[in-house]
């Protein structure tokens, strides 16, 4: 059986303060905040983030990537086709999508972990509702990765059961941005039978009392059940969930997680899922774990370089608020002919060097710019490549759904300069020498539906210490 | 291999240009005929003795069909030229090299651009099908970068810095403010410069040009032919024009605080034209400034200032009106306005008016000082990534 291999997961930096939303409706809106995701970034590019931080940490390549999500940037062509170009994969890795529910990420992991080869299973969410409603205040934006296949894994799997059970609590009509709920009482009682179920049945075939289980982490989009499944199981409490709030079909993964980030070796870990039954996913961390972790914890770092977005803000980027635009034409969409010529440019950012001099170009051309060498260049992958910051400005007149636009220019660490926008910033955030790293983002989507996906700059986040 | 220009061989021998500005009563077609008919008058040239003609438009226009349609030319060779805002000066210099080359006797260079028609604030251009990793910035966004990087490199702080752009504003909208056919006809105080809204990094509206309509046009013949059609020809001593390798963005040696095609296309216009030391010869210049730091960078770059030294000539008043070596003396782009296709034609315009003493108001004092050549300079791009134009004119064969 495989075992987890590595993990990863992104929070995007923004911060809806509930208070906000409760001033600005002039209703009770909770406390504490949500993760917002940036007005540059979707499901696709959330998972990228995540997918990049899992394989960072293991030197492991999939053979296949598996993405689930319940709000794809497309149907009827495979977001996870982006997430491997991104990630510059082999043409052999195979890329599918797991879609339409929460319930798919649960599936996508458990398929993984009892099946052959290495995956990649990425799961992510951008969770919207109604202004004011439950779901935009409890809802919340992530990504989280898992690298899964055979060899000495950080977490194997003891025991998992599922429960299945036909019942309309919650559903989403294809196209719109919030789902509908039955009455809140009904899927309570209709979700505590399978639950229990699905618990007795995983602890019964791994031959474990709950007593043994050193963390018990309890995810689904129905608040009320799962607080009443996670009180009676003891469940812990999870210190990214208050800053995040609920990613929906990234919860069960960031909620592993976040266990994982913690567990000693030996440690159980049951994960209940509360979607259309539950699923009770029960593993063990191995000794590897703590040998191989090198990485802060979600739970310091999910505090670290947040950017509160205003609840106006947070509208505008979400397609609520119909703003006035700007007297710009709209942005041109992206040539799908041109874009899969340039793929390794456009998806992964993979620069050229001159082979006659070494120069490096972003993007590569015919000709070298320093020698004049002509021919075809030696790709340089620059995705994760640092770089600073030689000038800047701030541009208050190009289209952007959240100006004014920042634009860098990067020296890259080892050569190469290119000219992009800083996202994940103000104007007062930059300066004449700052460190930035790479992002992939979704730059705008065209009148025509295309996503125009490419790489800003963002100021660098927390280093990872190596090895 | 060698670049050995066609100083004195060919001959403006009449000139036309519209008024620029927001016509929301005239389209293409009617400024392209307003120009070109004033061009021909002016010559007293027919339409239909005409051997050929150039068309130079941004996007307002394709084919040749953009001046015969208008014009009803029948049958004659008519091309359309694009080079981003270097379009109008190019449209002249094919049209010069036809009548050099012999081929033609009689030719009209023509440019128009109509930008008021696009429901669009500022400039907007048509670009070919892309993979959507293009740099989206804005024009003034790009040049901004110049201003931060001029400051360092020669340690002018960003407060004086922001007094010589505002000069440079300030001494372009008052010789537009001289000029009937300018876009802004009106001074504007410093103050009102200095604290305009913010548009790019530390640019506001009033360190940007104007956005307008326009047409101009000249006729071009042999220089031994001139004198058939007027008693004051403008003889062409050079044409010169430089594309650069577009990749300064990507270049970490380039630092924001020069454009090299512009240094490359004047060392070749004062090498066809005999110049050989610009800031002295030069009776006037019309240069291309698109934003303020533009015209600023412009005067080391065409040698009408040293090195880290233009910022002093511009506060000393230098490039005024009433100084040694006018610039912009019609308004420029700022106050003129920038049609794109039409600009390079519309400073040809204005060297025809001041070198053969007919800028009424605002005629410069520099000829009557010795000096006899006009200049004008297009750039076409953004800082790194660009085309630049130089030509030379004079009333006087070498």
């Known amino acids: 059986m495989a075992a987890i291999l590595s993990y990863g997961a992104y929070i995007p930096p923004g911060r809806l303060d509930r208070a906000d939303i409760g001033t600005t409706l002039g209703q009770p809106a909770g406390r504490g905040t949500r993760s917002v995701a940036s007005h540059d970034e979707d499901s696709t590019t959330l998972a990228v983030e995540a997918a990049r931080v899992a394989l960072r940490r293991r030197d492991v390549r999939p053979d296949r990537v598996v993405f689930s999500t319940a709000t794809p940037t497309y149907l009827d062509r495979t977001n996870a086709a982006v997430i491997h170009a991104a990630l510059d994969l082999d043409p052999a890795t195979a890329a599918y999508d797991f879609g339409g529910a929460p319930r798919s990420s649960v599936g996508a992991l458990t398929t993984a972990l009892s099946g052959d080869g290495t995956a990649l299973v990425v799961a992510a969410d951008i969770r919207t509702g109604l202004p004011g409603s439950a779901d935009e205040i409890s809802g919340g934006d992530a990504a989280v990765a898992f690298l899964i296949g055979p060899g000495e894994g950080l977490a194997e799997v003891v025991s998992h059961a599922a429960v299945t059970a036909e019942f309309l609590d919650r559903w989403r009509v294809p196209g719109q941005t919030h789902s509908r709920q039955w009455e809140e009482r009904f899927g309570q009682a209709s979700y505590l039978p399978p639950a229990q179920q699905a618990i007795e049945q995983a602890l019964k075939s791994a031959g474990v009392a709950r007593e043994e289980i050193a963390t018990v982490v309890v995810a689904g989009l129905h608040e009320r059940a799962r607080g009443a499944i996670a009180k009676s199981l003891g469940a812990t409490a999870s210190a990214v969930s208050e800053q995040v709030g609920n990613p929906g079909t990234a919860q069960p993964g960031l909620l592993l997680a976040e266990a994982l980030d913690s567990a000693k070796a030996g440690d159980l870990i049951l994960v209940v899922t509360l979607a259309e039954g539950a699923d009770a996913l029960l593993l063990r961390a191995t000794p590897a774990l703590e040998s191989a972790r090198s990485w802060p914890a979600l739970a310091e770092t999910v505090t670290q370089g947040t950017r509160s977005v205003p609840y106006p803000t947070f509208l505008t980027w979400r397609g609520m608020l119909n703003r006035e635009p700007p007297r710009r034409p709209d942005p041109e969409p992206p040539s799908p002919p041109v874009s899969a010529r340039h793929s390794a440019w456009k998806f992964a950012f993979v620069a050229g060097a001159c082979t006659s001099c070494g120069t490096r170009h ?5 000709t070298c710019m320093s020698c004049g060498h002509p021919g075809d260049m030696e790709p340089v992958p620059l995705a994760d490549t640092p770089g600073s910051v030689v000038t800047y400005t701030v541009d208050r007149l190009t289209y952007s759904l959240s100006p004014p636009v920042i634009a860098v220019v990067v020296d890259f660490d080892g050569g190469g300069r290119f000219q992009t926008e800083l996202t994940d910033a103000g104007p007062d955030d930059v300066a004449i020498g700052d460190r930035v790293e790479m992002t992939f983002r979704r730059f705008f989507q065209a009148s025509n539906g295309i996503a125009n996906y490419f790489w800003k700059a963002r100021p660098v986040t927390t280093e990872e210490v190596s090895g | 291999m060698a670049s050995h220009g066609i100083r004195d061989r060919v001959a403006i021998i009449g000139m036309g240009c519209t008024e620029f500005g927001e016509h929301w009563d005239r389209g293409v077609d009617d400024m392209v ?10 010559a007293g040239v027919a339409k239909d003795d ?16 953009t001046l015969s349609r208008p014009l009803q030319l029948q049958y004659k060779p008519v091309t ?19 009548v050099a080359s012999g081929a033609y006797d009689v030719v009209l260079a023509a440019g128009v651009e109509k930008l008021k028609d696009t429901g669009f604030s500022g400039l907007t251009v048509a670009l070919p099908a892309s993979d959507g990793t ?8 790009l040049f901004s970068l110049l201003v931060p990087a001029y400051s360092k490199r020669y340690g002018v702080d960003p407060d004086q810095m922001k007094e010589v752009l505002t000069r440079i504003a ?8 001289l000029n009937p056919r300018a876009q802004f006809r009106r001074e504007v105080p410093k103050e009102a410069i200095a604290c305009s809204p913010n ?21 071009i013949v042999r220089a031994e032919d001139a004198h058939r059609y007027t008693d004051k020809p403008l003889y062409v001593k050079a044409l010169a024009l430089a594309a650069g390798p577009g990749t300064g963005p990507m270049n970490q040696d380039y630092d924001y605080t020069t454009f090299e095609e512009v240094t490359r296309s004047a060392q070749d216009a004062y090498q066809q034209a005999g110049v050989t030391d610009p800031a002295a010869e030069i009776a006037m210049a019309e240069v291309h400034d698109c934003f303020t730091p533009t015209e600023l960078v412009l005067m080391e770059d065409l040698g009408f200032a040293e090195r880290g030294m233009a910022w002093k000539e511009v506060l000393a008043g230098t490039f005024d009106l009433e100084g040694t070596l006018p610039v912009n003396p019609d308004g420029g782009l700022k106050a003129f306005g920038h049609p794109i296709g039409a600009t390079g034609l519309r400073m040809l315009f204005e060297c025809w008016l001041q070198l053969r003493r007919e800028a009424g108001d605002r005629q410069i004092g520099s000829i009557d000082r010795g000096r006899k050549l006009g200049l004008t300079h297009n750039l076409g791009g953004s800082p790194g990534d660009c085309v630049s134009f130089v030509s030379i004119v004079g009333t006087e064969l070498s």
């Not at chain 2, 548009?199 to 006729?219: E, H, Q, T, Y």
Request: hydrophobic fraction near 40%.
């Open chain 2, 80 to 98: 359309r030229v694009e080079n981003y805002c270097a379009t109008g000066s190019d449209s002249f210099r094919n049209a010069c090299y036809a």
């Open chain 2, 134 to 141: 293009n740099t989206t910035l804005s024009a003034p966004a």
């Open chain 2, 33 to 42: 005929a307003n120009a070109s008919y004033d061009a021909l008058d002016s």
């Open chain 1, 362 to 366: 972003l993007p590569a051309l015919q």
């Open chain 2, 50 to 65: 005409i051997d050929a003609a150039w068309i130079g438009t941004l996007g307002s226009g394709a084919s040749g069909l």
């Open chain 2, 199 to 219: 548009i790019a990094g530390p640019l506001g509206v009033m360190d940007c040009s104007g956005v307008s309509d326009g047409s101009a046009a000249a006729v």
């Open chain 2, 170 to 177: 300030w001494k372009n909208h008052h010789n537009g403010a």
